[in-house]
């Protein structure tokens, strides 16, 4: 019986703008299929490496573009925990604006959420994943969100979170983010507050999880 549990992990893919409610559908997901294993893989963890670049320099990186991404170690990864190999994970520090020298070492789980604005960009990553879902939320409640995390959790002034959103923010999720709900199987509305579809997604995934173990 053993084997069974070493089929292919089943991945959810979660993306939207930035304040959409996608890391709270995520977490919904995650505590409706306790039972099984299950990781949430950020795609913020794997920002580049901007170690040699100066402070002010990586100020200046527009972090809404699919470029900010090292997607090819995310790929990696995702493929080793597909393999049931565990991996190390970057930590990536928001006040320095680069990865921290720690790392997070995970193992490999039945289920992989991984969130994140731009899971959905690269066919690389959507061909891995089982089901996708793109979180769809005002522009006007997003960047309200936004503007409350930033504040508390970044240690970000007002008039930078501003700056920031009219500059990159906006602008990318118009031509990278958006574009990419065509590639959803579900499109959840209103974020974390809809209940119907957090069940239809954890339904489905269970159905997943099922025929991989059957």
Known sequence: MKQATRRRPVIIGVTGGSGSGKTTVSRAIFNQLQGY???MLQEDSYYNDQSEMSLEERAQVNYDHPDAFDTDLLLNQLQSLLEWKSVSIPVYD????????????????????VEGILVLHDPR??????IKVFVDTDDD???????????????????????????????????FVEPTKRYADIIVPEGGKNQVAIDLLTTKARDVLRSNHG
């Open 37 to 39: 294993s299950l990781m």
């Open 125 to 130: 990553l959507r061909a891995l994943m089982d």
């Open 141 to 175: 409640i997003r960047i309200i969100r936004r503007i409350k995390r930033d504040i508390k959790e970044r240690g970000r002034s007002l008039q930078w979170i501003i700056d920031q959103y009219l500059k990159t923010v906006k602008p990318m999720y118009h031509q």
């Open 94 to 113: 928001y006040k320095t604006l680069t990865r921290s020298d720690k790392v997070l070492k995970q193992e490999p789980r039945e289920v992989i959420i």
